[in-house]
């Protein structure tokens, strides 16, 4: 009997459903006029759905939703899909990202900040989609993947760790979500296996961060991570997911395919990791059923 033999699953805590925000999704509702009340209807929306955990994304291809000491805002680059609305946001005083986690909490809802680790939409070769570190740093940049950073110099890892900490400092947030699917390589692919302690040192420097400030606020602030569907994917992208687990570094994993969902991806491996710890498991679903391009 195939049902027997499956464990008994008991879902930990209350949150159920986490919603993945898109900065441009984010800004769907708001006009070139923008107002505060405009930014609550996002989040009335997702509360309406049963969403439990808003994770917005603050850090994306170099640039920030909110004004950064340490990187290029979106509103400075007004010729991106989004950045008008932004630069509008920012001539009339409203922080978007505080908007969002005060209407989070006004509903009882969880507020996480999400960064994608190496989003490369610029391909190298479009300044006006770079953050300036960037656009003046390529150096640092796979040379595989032109605009992508390469997590080997610790120049970038330094750079990565202040915006963590900006944004846990500036923001009551309940937690940072590291989004390590927008996309894929942070090593050179032919060393990423062989890279993997480098990334989970910086893991366990993003945790020291986020106890560091939980302690002050009285309670633990949460780490999730966006990573490959499979195990074997995780480790040749040099992520370590098993350690991160087993060293209690992460309060959640996503494992998921990119862009389009996979409906028989196997993450019962993810979870005989998870079950054994207080590690959450959001298999996520993606909202195309394919890509045409």
């Known amino acids: ?65 909110y004004d950064s000491a340490h990187c290029t805002h979106e509103g400075e680059l007004p010729r991106s899909s989004y950045g008008a609305k932004y630069a509008r946001l920012r001539e009339t005083g409203i922080d978007p990202v505080q908007v969002a986690a005060e209407h989070c909490h006004r509903h009882g809802r969880k507020f996480i900040a999400s960064l994608r680790m190496n989003d490369r939409h610029s391909r190298g070769i479009y300044p006006q989609l770079m953050g300036a570190f960037v656009a003046e740093n390529p150096q640092f940049w796979l040379r595989e993947h032109p605009g992508g950073l390469d997590y080997s110099f610790p120049e970038v890892r330094a750079w990565m ?52 400030h939980g302690a002050r606020r009285g309670r633990r602030l949460w780490l999730g991570a966006w990573v490959a569907q499979t195990l074997v994917e995780c480790h040749d992208l040099g992520l370590d997911v098993p350690i991160w687990i087993e060293e209690k570094l992460l309060d959640y994993v996503c494992p998921t395919d990119y862009d389009c969902p996979d409906y028989n991806a196997p993450y019962e491996t993810f979870a005989e990791l998870t079950r054994r710890t207080d590690c959450r498991l959001f298999p996520a679903a993606q909202p195309m059923p394919a890509r045409f391009r």
Do not use: C
């Open 1 to 65: 009997d195939m049902k027997s033999s499956l464990p008994t699953m008991h879902p930990r805590g209350s949150d159920r459903i986490l919603y993945k925000n898109d900065p441009g999704q984010a800004l769907e509702w708001v006009s070139y006029d923008p107002t505060v009340e405009q930014l609550h209807r996002e989040v009335d929306a997702l509360v309406e759905h049963g969403v439990d955990i808003v994770s917005q994304d603050v850090f994306v291809a170099g640039r920030t939703a």
């Open 161 to 212: 760790l202040r915006i963590i900490e900006e944004i846990v400092e500036r923001y009551d947030v309940d937690g940072i979500e590291l989004d390590y699917l927008r996309y894929f390589y942070v090593f050179p692919s032919h060393e990423s296996r062989r890279k993997q302690p480098i990334l989970t040192a910086f893991m366990r420097e993003v945790r020291r961060i986020l106890d560091r």
